[in-house]
């Protein structure tokens, strides 16, 4: 995810189906952040037009 990061697990769950040639927006929030293990925990949102078509969660560790 990012050069001084490590994406530790992912899991995401479609409830709509993406296609070939849509536009899809992400949209993550961090749900827990852990100082100690420097490891956030984000919650995603996937929309197509403005239409939530799956949602998902990671566990990433930021390196210092």
């Not at 929309?47 to 799956?54: H, L, N």
């Given at each position: 995810?990012?050069?001084?990061?490590?994406?530790?697990?992912?899991?995401?769950?479609?409830?709509?189906?993406?296609?070939?040639?849509?536009?899809?927006?992400?949209?993550?929030?961090?749900?827990h952040k852990s100082e100690s293990t420097?490891?956030?925990?984000?919650?995603?949102?996937?929309?197509?037009?403005?239409?939530?078509?799956?949602?998902?969660?990671?566990?990433?560790?930021?390196?210092?």
């Open positions: 995810p990012g050069e001084r990061a490590l994406l530790l697990s992912e899991s995401l769950t479609f409830s709509k189906p993406v296609l070939v040639g849509d536009t899809v927006r992400i949209e993550a929030v961090v749900a420097r490891i956030l925990e984000l919650g995603f949102t996937i929309m197509v037009a403005g239409v939530v078509t799956g949602t998902g969660s990671a566990r990433v560790q930021v390196r210092i």
